[in-house]
């Protein structure tokens, strides 16, 4: 059973920074691919960012430069740093993995962005 759980998120006011933190089991983070979606209320869960396992980050263009997707395989973690947060940013950030078997969700960490 592959798990994954977000921390990290709360209320911030805009223009702040937070880092979010997925935890993943059995050395998901240093063999697969890890990525973060987010979910607005009343919206879908779009794509903010990837990294893959060697290391390589993706970001939606819809991003503008202000998400960093990283991860420390030591600590089997992968995180996204979010700067110059904005009340638009507000939603729920889900990490997510595909092992080649099935996807893989976190249950989530809550981001509230006050303007």
């Known amino acids: 059973q592959v798990q994954l759980v977000e921390s990290g998120g709360g209320l911030v006011q805009a223009g702040g920074s937070l880092r979010l933190s997925c935890a993943a089991s059995r050395n998901i983070v240093t063999f697969n691919d890890m990525r973060w979606y987010r979910q607005a209320p009343g919206k879908q869960r779009e794509w903010v960012a990837a990294i893959t396992s060697g290391g390589s980050a993706h970001y939606a263009d819809s991003m503008k430069g202000r998400f960093t997707i990283s991860r420390d395989n030591a600590k089997n973690t992968v995180y996204l740093q979010i700067d110059s947060l904005k009340p638009e940013d507000t939603a729920v950030y889900y990490c997510?993995?595909?092992?080649?078997?099935?996807?893989?969700w976190g249950q989530g960490t809550q981001v509230t962005v006050s303007s």
């Open positions: 997510n993995t595909y092992t080649g078997y099935d996807n893989y």
